[in-house]
């Protein structure tokens, strides 16, 4: 049992990192933003790129100043709605493709952990983000950033992260 634990804590693991990596490269390819303004924390809940505001690094924790650090790499928000999107698509895509090299290894119910996983964080953050944002009434996180910037791409992000996630695992 404690081996299953320990596989599973790593799998949540992978899924971090695939979704951290995910943003942090779009923030240093696409918004230009350099090493030094933009770092990844692990050692936080919930993980996150954090993005340096003047002295200070800028966690989605506090959206007000995260949203106010993104606006000085990118004035305009010409690249919000990929930023913020850019964790959960790096995410689905890393979770399928390692799932799918534990399939083609025989290790199939390492597969179903890493997708389940990644469902379970998902969903948890997901759920958090949207009741903390109705709740306060202003932006709480990435995916109700990625909502209030447009609605269309929030709910293309969920039917690609729900269609991959579910298609992956339906036939496995």
Same mark, same amino acid.
């Given at each position: 049992?404690?081996?299953?634990?320990?596989?599973? =804590?790593?799998? =949540?693991?992978?899924?971090?990192?695939?979704?951290?990596?995910?943003?942090? $490269?779009?923030?240093?390819?696409?918004?230009?933003?350099?090493?030094? &303004?933009?770092?990844?924390? $692990?050692?936080?809940? +919930?993980?996150? =790129?954090?993005?340096?505001?003047? &002295?200070?690094?800028?966690? +989605?924790? &506090?959206?007000?100043?995260?949203?106010?650090?993104?606006?000085?790499? &990118? +004035?305009?928000?010409? /690249?919000?709605? =990929?930023?913020?999107?850019?964790?959960?698509?790096?995410?689905?895509?890393?979770?399928?493709?390692?799932?799918? $090299?534990?399939?083609?290894?025989?290790?199939?119910?390492?597969?179903?952990?890493?997708?389940?996983?990644?469902?379970? $964080?998902?969903?948890?953050?997901?759920?958090?983000?949207?009741?903390?944002?109705? /709740?306060?009434?202003?932006?709480?996180?990435?995916?109700?950033?990625?909502?209030?910037?447009? +609605?269309?791409?929030?709910?293309?992000?969920?039917?690609?992260?729900?269609?991959?996630?579910?298609?992956?695992?339906?036939?496995?």
């Amino acid at each position: 049992m404690l081996v299953g634990l320990f596989v599973f =804590v790593l799998l =949540v693991g992978v899924v971090v990192m695939f979704h951290e990596a995910g943003q942090y $490269l779009v923030g240093r390819w696409l918004l230009d933003i350099s090493s030094s &303004d933009l770092k990844i924390v $692990l050692t936080s809940l +919930p993980q996150h =790129v954090a993005l340096r505001n003047g &002295d200070e690094w800028a966690s +989605p924790l &506090d959206f007000a100043t995260y949203q106010e650090a993104y606006h000085q790499y &990118d +004035p305009d928000s010409t /690249h919000a709605v =990929v930023f913020f999107s850019a964790g959960e698509l790096a995410q689905t895509v890393g979770v399928v493709g390692l799932g799918s $090299l534990f399939v083609l290894s025989g290790s199939t119910m390492f597969a179903q952990l890493l997708v389940l996983s990644s469902v379970m $964080l998902t969903s948890c953050y997901w759920t958090f983000d949207i009741a903390l944002y109705l /709740h306060m009434g202003s932006l709480t996180g990435e995916f109700s950033a990625l909502w209030a910037r447009s +609605p269309l791409s929030g709910a293309g992000l969920v039917v690609f992260f729900v269609a991959a996630h579910g298609g992956f695992y339906a036939v496995l």
